[in-house]
């Protein structure tokens, strides 16, 4: 057992349920792309992980680019203000852009990256998250495409942290409260 794993209270979704949802999400996008060749682009750090998987199990070729947005700082909790940490580093005027999240939990960084990106001249924009947190939910904005839909628990693993920890549990747990009540 990993030291980490005891932090958790309950195992939620295991490395088996989310690479079998990877690949559902994957064939969605095979789908939808037939013919083209989008920018997929990883909102750091949270959806590196998922990222990861998911442009190796599609069968689209891809570009990748990666943007750093913050929104929680060390807390448990987002503060509706997501700042950009780092940019992308080509240009998506005209191209197909498909958007990778780990969580879609206030909704605030995805209309963010929605206003920036559409701003930017994007051809067409596509969100795919691998968590939806529907009952924390500020703004009204959805992913295209959510494998899992969360309840309002901690959960770190996966690519999700607590305080930059958990984030190569391969697995989704409920993160203890004493942890993060310390
Ligand atoms: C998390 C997550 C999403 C965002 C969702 O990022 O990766 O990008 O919060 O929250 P929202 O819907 O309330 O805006 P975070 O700021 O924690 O950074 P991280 O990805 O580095 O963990």
Redesign the pocket.
């Known amino acids: 057992m990993r030291e980490q794993e005891k932090d958790c209270e309950r195992i939620l979704f295991s490395a088996e349920e989310i690479a079998a949802e990877v690949k559902k999400a994957a064939a969605w996008l095979d789908e939808r792309y037939e013919g083209c060749e989008p920018i997929a682009i990883s909102?750091?750090?949270?959806?590196v992980i998922f990222f990861c998987d998911l442009v190796r199990a599609m069968k689209t070729p891809v570009q990748m680019d990666f943007m750093?947005?913050?929104?929680?700082g060390g807390g448990t909790s987002?503060t509706?203000m997501?700042k950009i940490v780092m940019d992308l580093s080509a240009s998506v005027e005209g191209r197909d852009v498909l958007l990778v999240?780990?969580?879609?939990?206030?909704?605030?960084?995805?209309v963010k990256l929605k206003q920036l990106l559409s701003g930017r001249g994007a051809k067409s924009f596509t969100v795919v998250s691998l968590l939806d947190k529907p009952s924390?939910r500020?703004v009204d904005v959805k992913a295209d495409y959510s494998c899992f839909t969360v309840g309002n628990e901690f959960i770190v693993g996966y690519?999700?942290?607590y305080d930059q920890r958990y984030r190569n549990l391969p697995f989704i747990g409920v993160l203890k409260r004493e942890i993060y009540e310390k």
């Not at 750093?68 to 929680?72: D, E, G, M, V």
């Open positions: 909102v750091l750090k949270g959806s750093t947005l913050s929104s929680y987002s509706g997501p999240e780990d969580i879609v939990d206030s909704g605030h960084t995805l924390r500020e690519g999700l942290d």
